[in-house]
């Protein structure tokens, strides 16, 4: 069972920057994309950021400008860079990983990391 975990969640001022990584507990191979997804408290799961092994990037309206997401490899999978933090921006953010082949997807989530904006 593939594991992933997420790491540099915290508590910033706003204006101020976090870098989010995220990272497997083995190799995944077949990585078809990658990405962030967040939640606040009350709201559904929306897209931040996400990459294909091909390298094209889609990003939510509110990250567009201020984020940006970067691809690693089969086990350290994706960077999320994050400037100019808004209270807006307050969220658990999760990786996601989905992986394989056309008969048999595979999706990998993350536990989740806090990020708090303060005003």
């Known amino acids: 069972q593939v594991q992933l975990v997420e790491s540099g969640g915290g508590l910033v001022q706003a204006g101020g920057s976090l870098r989010l990584s995220c990272a497997a507990s083995r190799n995944i191979d077949n990585i078809n994309s990658v990405g962030w997804y967040r939640q606040a408290p009350g709201k559904q799961r929306d897209l931040v950021a996400s990459?294909?092994?091909?390298?094209?990037?889609n990003y939510g309206d509110s990250a567009k400008g201020r984020f940006t997401i970067s691809r690693g490899n089969a086990k350290n999978l994706v960077v999320l860079q994050m400037n100019s933090l808004k209270p807006d921006d307050t969220a658990v953010y999760y990786c996601?990983?989905?992986?394989?082949?056309?008969?048999?997807?595979?999706?990998?989530w993350g536990q989740g990391t806090q990020v708090t904006v303060s005003s």
């Open positions: 990459i294909t092994s091909g390298g094209s990037t």
């Open positions: 996601n990983c989905k992986a394989g082949v056309a008969w048999a997807r595979r999706e990998y």
